[in-house]
């Protein structure tokens, strides 16, 4: 296997397991106040004594991640990119123009901020047609479609803001600067849950109140996520909006947009099958969806939690790849790995602790309530089922291996939507859940697939594009 030494003007890569929790424990605070929003927002709505507004929220929401998550290449990329850029920086010379020097860095930015603006007007122009077919093709039933319809109608004005945070996450996280993602996930959360207890209880605007509460905080967090990105870089505000023409040549672009391209189709896959996941709970009647709305939520709070790790993976691994230091690369990969699966075991620990709360809070429902205490255990696993999926999303992330990405999501959507039928087929509820859980374990399973085989040949450079 070729070997690699890097240019004495580098320090060394910090991978001491005290690096990796520095670099993951603000990312998983910051990434918890995601989620926390979302919790808050179905406890609301579970304790308006209606399960059809339940059930339209879980719709809504499912709608959403099938549109905006199918955009999240805009933090991936920028996060790989930017990673790789900031393993790069440290080679140049130090006399060098500071200007120039960060342009690089700031470019990657930029091209993620135009990129988010156009996809999100594009969204918004399309907002009537997207809800009426998006809760027609998720089996809405009537009333629980009207409760999602009045929520969207409100919250599609933020898709653009929503987006725009996407890149931003990315960027910060590539660069290790985690501590400004949790400044700026923190506000959106604290500012939304006040907006929205305000709107629902001083207002009365019930499930549109929540609603309007997610879309001002998500404006505001775009703007506190601008004045840190200027203060990261210590640039004036004029020279930060400049555009360098060096940094949006045919090529570079081209090089963004494959790398765009791989990963949308993998993460359309990925919200594909949660949708198709959430259309099962609807066949299965508002009683059911609404019961999963509120179980999900613990696959959602533990995959942001454990995405804390999977930012550590892709950072250390995106600036291993950038110097090409293959031996720290795989020592980079068995310790996220080792802290990965600590954490999602301590997670499903607290899971089996406080689940009774959790789930006396969310609903004020008797069914809804009975149904989701039937089936907490699988929930209670998640964590543990789901950790490897998110630790190699990691690590493929930092290596921009976007070709290796966008395979293994068509291997698994090959696998995934036939085997998940016949699960609900043969086991209704029971098989929903069974296929949330394959759809996590085949992730892990292939991806693994193809690291390990990179790893028997010393063939890494065939998984990081030149």
């Known amino acids: 296997m070729p070997t690699t030494t890097s240019p004495k003007a ?17 990312v998983l605070l910051a990434n918890l106040a995601m989620p926390l929003q979302s919790v808050i927002d179905t406890a609301i709505v579970g304790n308006m004594n209606d399960a059809a507004k339940l059930a339209g929220m879980g719709l809504a929401i499912q709608l959403l991640s099938l549109l905006l998550v199918s955009f999240n290449f805009l933090q991936y990329a920028s996060s790989g990119l930017s990673a790789q ?10 006399s060098a123009n500071l200007q120039h020097k960060l342009s690089p860095l700031l470019s990657i930015l930029q091209r993620a901020l135009l990129l988010a603006i156009i996809i999100g007007l594009l969204l918004l ?37 929503e987006l725009m945070n996407f890149a931003f996450i990315g960027w910060f996280a590539g660069q290790g600067k985690t501590r400004y993602m949790l400044y700026q996930q923190g506000f959106i959360a604290v500012f939304n849950i006040i907006l929205t207890l305000f709107f629902v209880y001083g207002m009365q605007l019930g499930i549109a ?32 909006f400049q555009v360098n023409p060096q940094h949006f040549t045919k090529e570079k672009m081209l090089r963004l947009f494959s790398l765009n391209k791989d990963i949308f189709i993998r993460t359309l896959i990925l919200t ?5 996941i959430t259309r099962l709970s609807a066949q299965s009647g508002d009683l059911v969806l609404a019961a999963n709305a509120i179980l999900l939520q613990v696959l959602s709070i533990s995959a942001f939690a454990l995405d804390g790790v999977a930012v550590s993976a892709e ?7 950038g110097r090409r230091d293959w031996v720290r690369f795989r020592l980079i990969v068995k310790r ?57 999303d990691g690590i493929f992330f930092g290596l921009t291996a976007g070709h290796i990405i966008r395979n293994a999501a068509l291997i698994l959507a090959i696998i995934f939507f036939p085997l998940s039928w016949l699960l609900y087929q043969q086991w209704d509820m029971t098989g929903i859940w069974l296929s949330v859980w394959s759809l996590l374990l085949l992730r892990m399973l292939i991806l693994s697939g193809f690291l390990y085989h990179a790893h028997r040949t010393g063939s890494y450079e065939e998984l990081q594009p030149i």
């Open 10 to 26: 580098m320090p060394p890569i910090d991978t001491r397991y005290r690096r990796i929790v520095a670099i993951a424990v603000p």
């Open 85 to 94: 850029a900031l393993g790069q920086l440290a080679d140049r010379n130090d």
């Open 125 to 161: 122009l399309a907002k009537p047609w997207l809800i009426d077919f998006g809760l027609q093709a998720l089996s809405a039933n009537p009333d629980s479609g009207a409760a999602a319809k009045v929520y969207l109608d409100v919250r599609f004005w933020g898709v653009v803001a």
């Open 209 to 240: 109140g929540v609603a309007l509460g997610t879309t001002i905080a998500f404006w505001s967090g775009v703007v506190l996520a601008l004045w840190l990105s200027r203060r990261n870089l210590q640039l004036s505000w004029s020279i930060f």
């Open 272 to 276: 594909l099958s949660f949708a198709w």
């Open 315 to 321: 950072t250390l691994s995106g600036q291993a790849a």
């Open 336 to 392: 996220t790995g080792v802290v990965s699966y600590t954490l999602a075991l301590l997670l499903s620990s607290i899971w089996w602790l406080v689940m009774p709360i959790y789930l006396d809070l969310m609903t004020n429902i008797e069914t809804v309530f009975t149904l989701t205490n039937s089936y907490q255990g699988y929930a209670i696993l998640l964590p543990l089922v789901g950790v490897g999926a998110y630790w190699l």
